[in-house]
Structure formats: C-alpha cells, structure tokens
C-alpha cells in the first residue's frame, strides 16, 4: 500500500466505527454469519443468461449475495475456478468502469478475457447485424458479458446465441447484475433484511431518478420489490411528471409498499434510510447542471445512520465530502460488484466443482 | 447452455442430416479418418512467417487441416500448449471478428495476448514507421498477427522483424489464414477432395468477388487451385470487367481448370457445389447495396447439396434465412478458423512436444 | 526466427563487436558481473508507488538496473512471479509502445492485466474526477500503470488511491521507469560507471532536447545526475533560450557537472560519448520538421564509440541508417526496458519469494 488512510467518520460518532481502514464496509462475513450457501438455488444460474432481475426470486438473490460474500471473504480465487474458460466482454456502449469491473473479476479467478472495450468504433459496427455477432460469440467464448445503447440489443443477439449472456446494461433497459451489487451492498450493511424484520427495523428507500427510463434505477427497484417485507416505504425523487411509467407504476402498487413521488429530495432526505442515487443529469454522451433538489452533499439533512448508494460514476450530484463519512455504502457497492460478477460467473459456468470443498460451507 | 436449438433444414431432405444440433458440420474427425498427422511436414512451418497461400503446397494445407481437426475434436487444450508464450494482435485495419478469432485460438492453448485492437487510433498511427514498429514488436512478443488497410505493410514491418508475423489481411494482397478456414469447411463437408477424385465427384466452384483486388477472394482461389484435381471448373461472378488481373489469369490458365467469368450469378448457380461469397459491397468504409444478380437466399436455385461459403461478418448479399439449411457452410467455417489459427501457432512456434503424446496420430 | 541477422558496423571497426545478432547490445551478466543484488535496497521499493526519479539514489537504481540484468539473462519468468496479480494499465494519453512494453513485461511473469488503452475516448473521460477514478482503481488491480496528458494527474488520482501506482509519464512531469531503462542502457555499454571512473573514462553527454518541458528529457537529466561521478560534462541542444528552467538549473549548478548549452548538435557532436535524443518535434498531436541542427545520421560527425540513445518512437531526427552501426544503442534501450519493467513489478508487489531461489545471487 502506498499510504495507510483511516478515514473517520466526520458527521456521526456511532459506537462502533463499521468502516474499515480502507473507508468501506468490511464485513461480508456478518452477511453469511453461519448460514450455509445453498447450492440446489444456486444451481438455476448453471448455463443461463443473466438479463432482467425478473429472472431471480429473494432466495436467490441472497444465495448470490452469501456467494460473493464468501468469495469477498476467503482466498477461494486461488482454486482458478474459471480455468480454461473465456469470457466475451463486448461493449457496444464504452464503459470503462463496469468492463474493468467484469474482467478483473474473471482474471482474478483464473478465467480469460477476449475483450471489445469499444464496439462502437471497430468491425462489428459496419453494418453486421446483432444475430450474426451471437452467432460469432458462439465460436469465441464461454460466456459474452454485453452492453449496449439499444434495449433491443440483448434480444437480438440473444436469437443466435448458444452460450449465456450477462446483460451488463441495454439502452434503457435493465442492469442486473448491479442491482445484485446494489443489494449486496445493503445486505452488508443491515444484514437483517435477509428475514423478518420488526416495523421499527424497515427502511424508508429513496431513490434519485427516473426507474422508467434509466436501466440501473429500474433493475433496482425491482430488486428491492423482492425485499418489500423489509421496506416501509419508497420515494422516488424526479423531475419527469411520470417517473415510473406505467408497468413499474402496477408493480408498485401491487407490491403493496407505501410509495411517493417528489422532486425535491428535500422533502423526504431527512427520513430516508438508504438512498439510491444516480447521474441523473448524464444523459447520452451530454450532461449539465443539476440544481440543489437533487443533490446531496455534507450538509444535506441525513439521518445519523443513513447511507447512499451510487452506481458511479458520478457527477456533481454527489459530493466528495461526504466520501469520508459513514453515509458513504457507494464505495463498498462498487468494491463488492468484483464479488457479485464473481459469483455469477461460477454458477453460470457451473464451477462449484473447482472450489476448495473444506471452506466452503454449501449446502444441497 | 441458454437453450437447445435444433436446426432442421428447410430446403434439402437428406437422409441423414449433416448439422449437429448447433447448427454446424460437426465431424471433424471424417477428415482426420485413419490418417496420422505428418510432422515432418507441420515441421515446415516452425519459425516462418504465413504471409501468402503462395507458401503452401497441398500436402501443407492438409496437414494444417488434419492437425485443425484434432485439435478441434480433442482436448488437447488442457495442455497448454502455448504456455509462457505472447502473441501480439495488432490492427491497424481494425476487425473485432478476426481479431477475437485469433485471441480465442491462442488464450485456449494458454497463451498470452498483448493487443493492439484499434492501431489507426493509437501512438503507433503518429508517423512511426513500420519497420521501427517491427523493431518494437522483436521486444514485446514471440509471434506478430498484424492486418493492415497496406498492401506493402508486410514487407515495410518484415523489414525489421525477426519474430514470425501471420498476415491477417494485409490491403488488398492476401489473408491466407482465411484461406485455411476456407479449405478446412470443404475438407470436412467433402473429405474425398484429399486425394483423388472420380470425373463424378469433381466440384464446379463459384466464386462471388474480385480476386484481383480483394484479398480473401485472392487468397481462396489462389489455395483452390491447389486442389485442382477436385475441381471441374471455377465460375467467377464479379461486376468487375476484368475481375482477374494478369497474375491470377495466367495462374488460372495455367492450372488447366475451366473456368467462366460472368456478372449475374444466376447464370450459373443452379450448377454450383461450393458458392464462395463475400462482402463484395464492402468498399473500405463505406458500402452500398447489392442488385439480385450478386445475392443469395433461400429460393436461390441452389443444387440440393451445395454450400455457400462466406468469411463473414455479412451484409444484404447472404441471406439470413439460409442459416438454418444445409447449405450454410458458413457458420461451420468461423468456427474452424480457431482451430486451423491454432494448428498454425503450434507449428510457427514448434510447440508439438506440449501435446499429450498419447492422444496425437503424430508420424515423422 | 523468420530469418536470421547479422548486423556489421557500418561505421566502426572494434577489435570485438559488441551486438550480437539481433543488433543489441547483448550482455547484461556483465553489468550482473559478480556481484551480488542487494535485496534490502530493492526493498525499499515494497508497496510504494513510482513517480518520480527523485525517490531513488544511485544505490537503488544500480540494484534495480541490476536486478533487470539477471531477469534479462535468466529463465526466472517460469516460475511466475507475479501469478495471481492484477496490473491495471491506464493510458489516459494513448501510447501503444509504452503500453505493450509494460503489458508484456507483466505477462512473461505471469501477471494479469487490464487495460484502458485509449482513455480518452471511453467512459473515464466523460467528466469523471481522477480521485474518482483513483477509487476505481483499489477495486479492481494491484497495481496501476498510468499515462496522462496532464501533469498534476499523478497527485490527483493518488488522492484516493490505496495500491500503488507506476507513473508511466504525466504531462510534461516525469517518466521515472523511462529513466531506468536508459541508464540500464547505458550501463550495458559502460558498466564501469557503476563505481569510481578515472579522469580519462568520463563522459560527455550530449541531450537533444527541451528538459524543462519534456517529461522523458527531464527525467534522464535527473537521474544523470545520480551518476555525476562518471560525467565530465552535459551538453544540452534545444532551439529554446531556457531549455532547463529554474529548478533544473539549481540542480545542476549544485551538481558540480560542467554543462553548456547550445542550439546546434553540429557544434558538440564530435566531442560526445552518450547522446540522448528524443522526437523533440512532437509537440502534442501535431509535429514539424526539424533542421539539421538537431538530427543525426551516419555522416553525423560521431565519435568512433559513441552510442545514441533514443525513447522511441523517432521522427526523421534520428537517420535509420545508424540502425546497423554499433552507435545504436536505442533498440537495446527499448529492450531493456521490459526487464525493468518486471524489476520494478516484483519489487513493488514483493514477489521476491516467488523467485527460483538457486539461481539469484541475492544478499541482504
């Protein structure tokens, strides 16, 4: 390490410090606790594609989470679990961030990397079509990670392909395996959103964005829909008179979950529990200035014990002041997103074999 | 797997269909047969460079064939072969589908990969030379895949190179490599065109392109008329008045094969056994549409045997509806071309003594 | 080898030619010559970043230098020293040559990269902060290799970063392992100026260039001073009126090395031991033609042994004819520089255990 940080927390004294040297919640272990992984749940992901939260029920998702927390926790990456196996990562849509996210995930388990960091410029992008590029997906790869600017795009390339896919963001479509990151991260925080959770212990969720047209907002509230038992209620903070659009707006309701809708984060922040931010001003390839009702910063009225959540990156919408606070859960995402791809990518392959058995504590 | 697909073909009715059940002519091992695999000859390539079909004689492309078919139907992989080896990727024409094409093929065999996926955009592109990028290329790799938009790239980087290059396209010269893949789909559709055929069995090859100028198309009728004994005729079917150029018209003349220039491949489709396409549209970076007399689809009137060829990625001129036919040689021919680029690392390299004795039909 | 090379000194005869047949400058044992490596002084090096030539004495850039020479003539790299680590390569500022140099020289040790080789045009650029990216960074590497057109690049991506980072140049700062790779050089030819050197065997070292403004030109003159034992002289060529600049200055009056300046290689030339030229018309994105009074070529008036160096890539000042004379010190300058590379690698990561311990003649 080229310098030892202990950040401390600047705005709440709690009794205990849950950061850890590094500023990030370090306790994948309280999320599994004594729990066993349970590997006929797991075992759903053998040889499917990852493309909406839709395909995962709460079971599984918190089998995926006590995966990557024990991946987080234990040196099985030593196992090489994805030896002799190569991942696709096709980036139709320039995402440095979330590639380096996916291959260092792969890499760090021994599997391969053939990579397209920037469809956009290269080959593919004169004129071949979607299908063809899955037909030849097939012939270069055991897996092909996609993003893409086009929702449409994973049900294209999905007709000729014969390995699985993980969606890693279509258009404005869905961003799964973020959501999973999302949660994982809340699961570290307030491991007891696993089960039953007393009235007083459920969460207010803010959410900063517009889930019926910003992929990552939307595979997140369907996400949290599955821990609805644990949520007393959602705001969603937009400028857009319809945030949700109609097919969120029915899910909502009849999950039954108390929600709201403001534009002026203001009005809720100094209730919320967790809040769910997002460069909501970034839109394509051009952004500008958001004014105060949706920012958050130092000063922002948070609750003692609230924390933020943010896919990065981020713009001005998220001070850096408040990075050395306990609010801060946006680093610990990010850190656990390796994990959460990790975990996906042994299910998928089917490599629970390669793993060390005596550490790992699954269950059938 | 994500689903099974079954393809079934729509237009022929042959009493045992060829394609597996990915769509593909699966049967390597027909074309291996009995044979064993000649060293000595495979020996002829360790330490050379593969720049021009020009370098192969029949009983090479064989060998690189049969040695692509084992390679394809066992698991010789696992023996990491390349081990400890690093093959420079460098386009300056860039092509993700060649490009992935030629890293999948080493990272399977464990070899390394240092890319150079975009070079017309990179520091290489401002005024260095080529023969100092050769230098370069001496201190970072073992082996150079280099495309180029140059003809005369290969010999300005040769210039100063001492590590072997493979040609992956170079301007409008060659791409022996593809020719390779070519031969190795008709080796496995027609294994008898190894040796000696009946006047019965003879092939009448059409070929949709302009041999003079596109490289491919050079490459594969320059490879073709090494199986001459196989071949009945060559039909070329161009818009290109003179599609041959002096060169290839006397090589042509020369080899004693009939063959008939035409630019409406309707003229002589209903005749073809093996329909070799391309991209003719494809004119540098911009493309435009191609009239019927140069098109393929379903109700083409194709022989009920006949195959179509095409080194991908397609535009208009192939149909996407003769995927699911048994004339769709195509699909078959990308997924070799890893395997014939692995035949050709293993030999370049002289990396025979890796191989796991006991599974390779080896002679000297 | 595609074909065999012998280079002959066009220019010079020496009793005994000291290239071998590649044309380099062959024998780092006897730089190695008896001694032993100081593993305490590598140690310093533990964890720490690399970014500027004033964190090292001459002490340490002889054992790394050293250290390079043993990688550079042994068959350590098989034993993968670096098996398990995470080199994340980010070229803010695109450089291919640079780039590959480092990406091979971590994947001949076993090392695993991820690479942002154009980060200008990917989703880093689009207003992220570098602190932010810093952040990223800790997530997904071990260590970070990172080129930048900025300056102050350095101290902000290091504002958030936790592992450590290799400055592989930033803006017109510095480029320390640049440095290292031309004294390695340098010592390869002279090895005497490792220790005391009579009056007779000093040299005179010729600069073309700006170093006050140009990050590599600015590095070696720092790290020259380290050697100001083995210099008689510094002459510094550079059409600016202030080439060195204020603290450069200071630094080299308190040196106690002679130095002149002057705008005419013509008129130094054939006094120098060591010129150290750079492509000095390459400002930015654009270049321009150089006079002769910064260019060399065979007719240049060059001592009998004098030897060129030269952080390629070239322009026209350095004449490709001196390729094949014994001045060409460059290519052997560009090879080294992979095997300090892995010096610094090693020494960073603390790999030294992984080392085969029979053959590394390390003292502590």
């Known amino acids: 390490m080229v310098k030892e940080k202990f950040h401390t927390s600047k705005t709440t004294v709690l009794d205990e410090n849950p950061l850890n040297s590094d500023g990030l919640y370090p306790d994948p272990e309280k999320l599994l606790s004594k729990d066993t992984i349970n590997l006929n749940i797991l075992k759903r992901l053998v040889g499917q594609s990852v493309i909406s939260v839709d395909q995962f029920d709460?079971?599984?998702?918190?089998?995926?989470?006590?995966?990557?927390?024990?991946?987080?926790s234990t040196e099985i990456a030593s196992s090489h679990p994805l030896d002799g196996k190569i991942v696709?990562?096709?980036?139709?849509?320039?995402?440095?961030?979330?590639?380096?996210?996916?291959?260092?995930?792969?890499?760090?388990?021994?599997?391969?990397i053939v990579?397209?960091?920037?469809?956009?410029?290269?080959?593919?992008?004169?004129?071949?079509?979607?299908s063809d590029i899955g037909e030849m997906f097939n012939a270069y790869g055991?897996?092909?990670?996609?993003?893409?600017?086009?929702?449409?795009?994973?049900?294209?390339?999905?007709?000729?392909?014969?390995?699985?896919?993980?969606?890693?963001?279509n258009g404005s479509g869905e961003h799964p395996t973020q959501a999973l990151a999302?949660?994982?991260?809340?699961?570290?925080?307030?491991?007891?959103?696993?089960?039953?959770?007393t009235k007083e212990a459920k969460i207010h969720l803010g959410i900063l964005g517009t889930p019926g047209s910003m992929r990552a907002v939307n595979s997140f509230l369907r996400?949290?829909?599955?821990?609805?038992?644990?949520?007393?209620?959602?705001?969603?903070?937009?400028?857009?008179?319809?945030?949700l659009g109609e097919e969120l707006e029915e899910l909502l309701s009849a999950s039954g979950v108390e929600y709201f809708i403001t534009n002026d984060i203001n009005e809720v922040v100094s209730d919320l529990d967790v809040i769910y931010m997002n460069s909501i001003a970034f839109l394509g390839d051009s952004y500008r200035s958001l004014d105060s009702r949706f920012k958050l910063h130092k000063d922002s009225k948070l609750k003692d014990d609230a924390v933020v959540l943010h896919p990065l990156a981020r713009l001005d919408e998220l001070d850096p002041n408040l990075d050395t606070t306990t609010?801060?859960?946006?680093?610990?995402?990010?850190?656990?997103?390796?994990?959460?791809?990790?975990?996906?990518?042994?299910?998928?392959l089917n490599r629970f074999a390669k793993l060390p058995k005596e550490h790992i504590p699954f269950s059938e």
Chains 1, 2, 3 share one sequence.
């Open 88 to 112: 696709i990562t096709a980036f139709f849509e320039a995402s440095t961030r979330t590639r380096l996210s996916f291959e260092s995930a792969v890499l760090r388990l021994d599997g391969k």
């Open 58 to 72: 709460k079971e599984l998702v918190l089998e995926v989470c006590k995966f990557a927390a024990l991946l987080e």
């Open 115 to 130: 990579s397209i960091a920037n469809g956009n410029s290269t080959g593919v992008a004169k004129g071949e079509s979607l």
């Open 182 to 197: 999302d949660w994982f991260a809340i699961l570290k925080w307030k491991p007891q959103l696993k089960g039953e959770v």
């Open 142 to 169: 055991d897996v092909v990670v996609m993003r893409h600017t086009e929702t449409e795009s994973v049900d294209e390339v999905m007709s000729n392909l014969r390995i699985p896919l993980i969606n890693a963001g």
């Open 223 to 243: 996400m949290s829909l599955l821990f609805r038992q644990g949520i007393r209620k959602i705001s969603i903070v937009s400028e857009m008179a319809d945030p």
């Open 327 to 348: 609010h801060n859960l946006y680093f610990t995402q990010a850190h656990g997103a390796v994990f959460i791809r990790q975990a996906l990518f042994i299910s998928v």
